[in-house]
């Protein structure tokens, strides 16, 4: 293997590595990402020839200025300053890659490519950084002794240093040279990853937990989530039951036999005001919330641990950060990060329509128990006379609305009859459409129920809040998730985006019932579509688990878990002394977890200083010969170096190319009259310098007689021509 191509092979992994654990971490926009992506590509496909070229020095001076000039110019027009940054740093990292030149710029490619990792890491890595991170490790001891071995090459080459043969260093010559990189030499050092990361998952999990607000920048993942937003628009609700992103995930205790797919409604959001084409809210009033213990949520009433039934969610960051929650929650318990330094905590606050928001200090959601009240347990919940008028306010629709209402309500006596019979109509008399064709009517609701009949949840949940307000029945619309499908690695339920979902509430004047929850929308179409089976399916959910592991054992390790890890090893320690009968007298108190770890730690120390003193003691005297060689090589090519400015001066200088040797061999085959000394002079320098032969006196003076001869030798006349 050539020194040089895997020298470069290992600079290019570790570039691309630390520009992927950007990439990946901080949510960077598409298109820059793959333009990113693409521009290091590039970079790494110049040959060496192309990057040599007079104007890719230029760029290489100018690019990192311009570039800087223009992500200036973004930030001052209104671009996030840390977006800008990222970007930056990846098309350094692009610029560097293409326009390096030796090991000097090689070096700073690796350097970029640990800043990078710096930055993956104080943005929140997930899953994707953490491989790459694993990565890194890998490949950066070999990159590192490589970097390291080619500067000393191209170190030498500008002192003017000389190989054995008395040539130049060739630093082509090595870089082409199969000799100094080998197998082993690869898997010595990838083999270095191993003690590295068992010394960085050491410290990973016995040094304290600080805080991760304390080092972690904010930048919540961008992007609207369909139908969470203060204005839902029938003709405009986003992308529906496609999106396959997970949005939370839940898990149910003592849940032995989990179906693959299980339909809950989540509820995020509910509108009551609707123009005629969009829902809005007709109050934006939000206020904190005070929190028990301190991060119980009471809603109904103080929560149960014993007693109620507890679904325990995992939120990923959305915008807006609403909480989701089944129906009949009673209160909502939050799992805070636990830091050894108090940090900010976790902000709840109530808005119109019952919606719950968090404002949270990290970047990776948020995690939280919701308690359910039992089935037979009422939950009263009282109208007021104005919020019955909000609810039952209508639009101006075309009268036709109303009369299908009454029609489809006619011989309901009760307010439940009335709203089951228009709950079934639409169900059975509609079909669901995702594409939507009545979005862009001018009274879409109106063409969708005597036109196309067909549309998406929006369209079924309207319908049926605008007819029972027409029949007198208070009732809002309300967003959220349809449910989830089982992930059997990481045993919870994955709530995708393409589950949002929309249904109503109505209030059927009732204080033990309060608002009851319908939803118009065909059965086939309310619930979780995403596939469960096939193997992309199993790839999917593996990944997904795994994703889930890291971020809540690795992102999301706090004091807490720390904590719990030792008490949980403290535990197992504690078994291990019972069954072996270590636990009385002072056999107990030896084997104590404190006592053992301190006994440990002095033995290491013992083990170390007994090792120094025992290894083999440098003679001064082995010393001597080496030195005195060096002296002796470092004067006698001084000697020489003086014989060839003597032979410069005679018209004989040794070309570069020539080697000391072949030069004086020349010199006897053109018989030349300085030949014999010459040749005599090379020889005593070669078995000197590389020979290991001893520079006595006599030699060095002779070889001094011999230079000055050389230098005060002069060329007989030639004879004049008869």
């Not at 760029?59 to 930056?88: H, M, Y």
């Not at 410290?203 to 204005?231: I, K």
Request: charged fraction near 20%; glycine fraction near 8%; proline fraction near 7%.
């Amino acid at each position: 293997m050539r020194f040089g191509l895997v020298h470069r092979l290992m600079t290019n992994a570790l570039a691309t590595l630390g520009v992927l654990a950007v990439v990946n971490t901080v949510g960077m926009a598409p298109f820059t990402a793959g333009l990113v992506l693409f521009g290091l590509a590039v970079a790494v496909a110049l040959p060496e020839t192309i990057q040599s070229k007079p104007w890719m020095r230029t760029l290489a001076t100018i690019g990192p200025l311009a570039l800087f000039v223009v992500e200036v110019v973004r930030v001052v027009l209104g671009a996030s300053a840390l977006d800008t940054a990222v970007e930056f740093a990846g098309f350094l990292q692009v610029i560097r890659v293409a326009t390096r030149r030796g090991a000097a710029h090689d070096q700073q490619i690796i350097i970029l490519a640990l800043l990078h990792f710096v930055a993956g890491t104080v943005l929140g890595g997930g899953l994707s950084y953490g491989l790459c991170f694993l990565g890194f490790l890998v490949v950066a001891p070999g990159a590192l002794v490589l970097s390291h071995l080619r500067r000393e090459v191209e170190g030498n080459y500008r002192q003017g240093a000389r190989d054995r043969t008395g040539l130049p260093v060739d630093v082509p010559r090595i870089l082409r040279s199969r000799r100094v990189v080998g197998r082993g030499f690869l898997l010595t050092t990838c083999l270095l990853a191993l003690p590295i990361f068992v010394f960085t998952g050491a410290l990973f999990v016995l040094f304290p937990r600080v805080g991760l607000s304390l080092l972690l920048v904010n930048h919540q993942r961008s992007g609207r989530m369909v139908g969470f937003s203060d204005h839902v628009d029938l003709g405009d609700v986003g992308t529906l039951r496609t999106d396959p992103t997970v949005a939370l995930r839940f898990t149910l205790p003592d849940n032995p036999d989990p179906p693959i797919r299980m339909t809950i409604r989540l509820r995020g959001t509910a509108f009551d005001t609707y123009d005629g084409r969009a829902w809005s809210r007709s109050s934006s009033d939000r206020r904190p919330v005070d929190l028990l213990y301190p991060n119980v949520l009471t809603i109904a009433r103080v929560p149960r641990s014993r007693e109620d039934r507890r679904i325990s969610f995992d939120l990923e960051p959305i915008d807006p950060p609403v909480l989701f929650l089944p129906p009949r929650t009673v209160g909502v318990e939050l799992r805070l990060p636990q830091t050894a330094i108090p940090q900010d905590s976790v902000v709840i606050s109530k808005g119109p329509e019952g919606e719950f928001r968090y404002a949270s200090p990290g970047t990776h959601g948020i995690r939280y128990d919701v308690y359910l009240a039992g089935d037979n347990e009422p939950i009263p919940q009282i109208l007021s006379a104005q919020d019955r008028a909000r609810y039952l306010a209508l639009p101006a629709l075309p009268g036709r609305i109303a009369d299908l209402a009454r029609s489809y309500a006619e011989g309901q006596s009760t307010p439940m009859g009335k709203a089951k019979a228009i709950e079934e109509h639409l169900r059975n008399d509609f079909k669901y459409d995702v594409t939507s064709p009545s979005g862009g009517k001018p009274q879409p609701l109106d063409h969708f129920l005597f036109e196309t009949k067909r549309g998406h949840c929006e369209f079924f949940s309207t319908a049926m809040v605008m007819m029972l307000r027409e029949v007198g029945i208070p009732s809002r619309n309300v967003t959220g998730f349809v449910g989830g499908t089982y992930n059997r690695f990481g045993k919870y339920y994955a709530v995708r985006e393409g589950d949002a979902h929309s249904w109503v509430e109505a209030y059927l004047d009732d204080p033990q019932l309060g608002w009851v929850t319908f939803d118009p929308t065909p059965t086939s179409a309310a619930r979780p579509l995403q596939e469960t089976g096939g193997a992309f399916v199993y790839l999917r959910d593996f990944v997904e688990a795994l994703s889930q592991r890291w971020n809540r054992y690795v992102v999301g390790y706090d004091l807490g878990t720390q904590v719990r890890l030792f008490e949980e090893a403290s535990r197992k320690y504690d078994r291990v002394r019972a069954k072996a009968g270590l636990r009385e007298g002072v056999a107990g108190k030896m084997t104590q977890a404190p006592v053992m770890a301190a006994i440990v730690v002095l033995v290491g120390v013992g083990a170390y200083v007994f090792w120094r003193r025992q290894r083999p003691k440098r003679i001064p005297t082995d010393k001597k010969p080496e030195a005195k060689k060096s002296r002796a090589a470092l004067l006698v090519t001084e000697l020489y170096q003086s014989l060839e400015s003597a032979l410069s001066t005679q018209g004989l200088a040794r070309p570069l190319a020539v080697p000391p040797l072949r030069h004086a061999e020349d010199l006897l085959r053109k018989k030349h009259p300085l030949a014999d000394e010459v040749h005599a002079m090379t020889l005593t320098y070669l078995e000197v310098r590389f020979g290991g032969v001893e520079l006595d006196e006599p030699k060095r003076k002779g070889f001094e007689r011999g230079v000055k001869s050389v230098r005060s030798y002069k060329t007989m006349p030639a004879s004049p021509s008869p």
